[in-house]
């Protein structure tokens, strides 16, 4: 059961939806939620090459970028207080500076649920879609992640991406745990070169949920095309609330956190990903 999550505070447009879907989180389930804001000049005043005798100018800039994002820092948690007091919510901030991976492990170990948004950076420069302290955490984040993308919500069933790997099978335990799923129906995306084997998944993916009061279908796709084109384009069709996953697994899953399917999706999804290995 969902009791504790940790939001990573930020005004990134990712960030921003992060925190409704985790203030939503948070009153469904009545659960406490955490906004966590952190000042890493490590990576606001990050090196890049200046020209000679450029020395003093980037102290200065640095000086600058760090005093903006302290700035922010406190309309942030201002604004973050006031939104949970106006939706009933037990929320709490906490501030702290250093290395900002560091200080999501550390706040995570009372925590069941980190909500991150895709791009964000703790008022660092930008790095992509995904940001680099995203990839971090994906590959050492001690709590089931979610992983939310800019954009406008999205309320239709809640996609599991089964392949029958101790990942995929991690990710949905923790999933029917945390009771995430709520009243919303499950489609068990069961994708396999193999028909039968694909349908077998699906169907013992189902007698998982349905033990957990979860009402769920299977969508078994019999190919040998990219996991994460169909899991985007299935999510599309579904308007997904979520898209579950393990962190690796067959056909993809199994590489390495940042390998082509998890990769993909990262970047990609409109859906939130829930991610857990």
């Not at 600058?64 to 939706?87: I, K, N, S, W, Y």
């Not at 492990?105 to 069941?112: E, L, M, W």
Request: proline share 4%; with cysteine; hydrophobic share 45%.
């Amino acid at each position: 059961m969902l009791k504790q999550i940790l939001l990573g505070l930020d005004d990134t447009p990712a960030s921003i939806r992060a925190k409704e879907i985790a203030l939503s989180l948070a009153k469904a389930h009545g659960a406490g939620i955490t906004g966590l804001a952190v000042i890493d000049e490590a990576r606001i005043a990050a090196p890049e090459p200046i020209p000679m005798g450029g020395d003093s100018y980037k102290q200065h800039k640095d000086k600058a970028l760090v005093g903006r994002a302290r700035d922010r820092l406190v309309e942030l948690t201002q604004r973050f207080a006031h939104e949970c007091h106006a939706q009933q919510v037990n929320g709490d901030t906490v501030v702290t500076e250093g290395d900002a991976i560091a200080a999501i492990v550390a706040a995570s170990d009372i925590h069941d649920l980190i909500v991150m948004g895709r791009d964000a950076t703790f008022h660092a420069q930008p790095h992509g879609k995904v940001s680099q302290i995203v990839e971090q955490l994906l590959s050492q984040n001690p709590r089931p992640l979610i992983v939310v993308p800019e954009g406008t919500e999205t309320a239709g069933r809640v996609l599991v991406a089964y392949d029958g790997s101790v990942a995929a099978m991690r990710a949905l335990q923790m999933f029917c745990l945390l009771g995430i799923a709520g009243k919303n129906e499950v489609t068990v995306a069961s994708i396999h070169a193999q028909r039968t084997t694909a349908e077998e998944l699906g169907r013992r993916a189902v007698q998982y949920l349905g033990a957990h009061a979860v009402g769920a279908q299977t969508r078994v796709v019999e190919t040998d095309a990219e996991p994460a084109d169909i899991l985007i384009e299935l999510a599309s069709d579904l308007d997904a609330r979520f898209i579950v996953m393990g962190a690796y697994g067959r056909r993809g899953w199994r590489e390495y956190i940042l390998g082509s399917t998890t990769d993909k999706l990262l970047g990609a999804s409109r859906s939130p990903l829930f991610i857990h290995h």
